[in-house]
């Protein structure tokens, strides 16, 4: 059963979209077509009205090659000598689109709420940076903040990791490369996250309601991994799903909704996790698509996930 307030947020845009006329989306493989899609919609991702916090711009070295920008977002009032937590973000879009700057009012809202400082890393996407590079642009930024730990006044005993959708298969393989770097992060925070290449076979019970559908999974998880995509070949680095030794990684919170095409494969990593001593925290949500936080934050799901994360947040 959909939830009763998303069924009717899908009727709007339906409307709304019946009323600007013909609408094709991108062919399964048209990576820039979708990329175009997506990034034509994620500008107006709504986000709680949020005050207090400040931003500021840096440019990054990438360990492998080029550079890479992250936002570094503040509370505008501290301590000076207050050490506090941190949390590096990778913003949502397949792992093909979206920018930093299109989460600015959602990171702003995070940070006001938890009291937790945000590098929101513009890390350089698919197929342009395939493979294990956008989470070695992750990691990248998690160096650069213990690197300046002391300006930033950076408990770096507090660093946690978190996105969303492809941002959140990015976070959790940047945990796994953190791990494997001896980098001890605090948290990964996974939100309906984007974890294995091999989910590209439609589900005929979660089909009627998939937000974000297997042809466009397909088309992404291709221009990340080229012709090894669903094969034995995959670097759990940038599938994270093909992990077979959890050990000594973070400690997680998971959330997916129980209509959305990441719902097993997250279950899975979860139960993959706590098999292995990882204590970790999973939200199915009944009801629920993908991305249904991006729609609205208006809608009573959004407001509890919210409220959740920003708990998990200031717990760091």
């Not at 506090?84 to 979206?98: K, N, T």
């Not at 990791?161 to 393989?173: E, L, P, T």
């Not at 605090?186 to 974890?195: E, G, R, S, T």
Request: with cysteine; hydrophobic share 40%.
């Amino acid at each position: 059963m959909l939830d009763p307030q998303i069924a009717a947020m899908y009727r709007a845009l339906a409307e709304n979209l019946q009323s600007l006329g013909d609408f094709t989306p991108p062919v399964r493989g048209d990576v820039h077509g979708l990329r175009a899609m997506i990034d034509g919609s994620m500008p107006a991702c709504p986000a709680p009205l949020s005050t207090g916090v400040s931003v500021r711009e840096h440019t990054i070295t990438s360990s492998r090659q080029g550079r890479f920008d992250l936002r570094w977002y503040e509370p505008e009032t501290r301590q000076d000598d207050e050490l506090r937590p941190a949390v590096v973000y990778l913003h949502g879009g397949g792992m093909v689109a979206g920018k930093a700057e299109y989460y600015d009012g959602l990171v702003r809202y995070y940070v006001q709420e938890s009291r937790v400082a945000f590098a929101s890393v513009d890390y350089r996407l698919a197929p342009e940076n395939p493979g294990t590079g956008m989470a070695t642009d992750a990691v990248d930024a998690m160096e650069w903040l213990i690197e300046h730990a002391d300006e930033l006044g950076v408990d770096i005993e507090r660093i946690a990791v978190m996105g969303d959708s492809g941002g959140g298969g990015v976070a959790a393989g940047a945990a796994i490369l953190a791990r494997d770097r001896g980098i001890a992060l605090a948290k990964q925070v996974l939100i309906y996250p984007m974890l294995d290449d091999r989910t590209t076979v439609p589900d005929p019970n979660i089909a009627p309601y998939a937000a974000w559908d297997w042809d466009s999974n397909w088309t992404c998880w291709s221009a990340v991994l080229g012709a090894d995509v669903g094969g034995d070949t995959v670097s759990p680095i940038a599938a994270p799903a093909r992990l077979a030794d959890f050990t000594g990684l973070a400690p997680a919170y998971i959330e997916v909704g129980d209509l959305d095409i990441f719902r097993d494969e997250s279950i899975s990593y979860a139960q993959r996790l706590l098999a292995a001593g990882i204590p970790c925290e999973l939200h199915v949500l009944p009801g629920v698509t993908h991305g249904h936080d991006r729609v609205s934050v208006e809608i009573d799901v959004s407001r509890r996930t919210l409220a959740e994360r920003c708990r998990v947040l200031a717990a760091l």
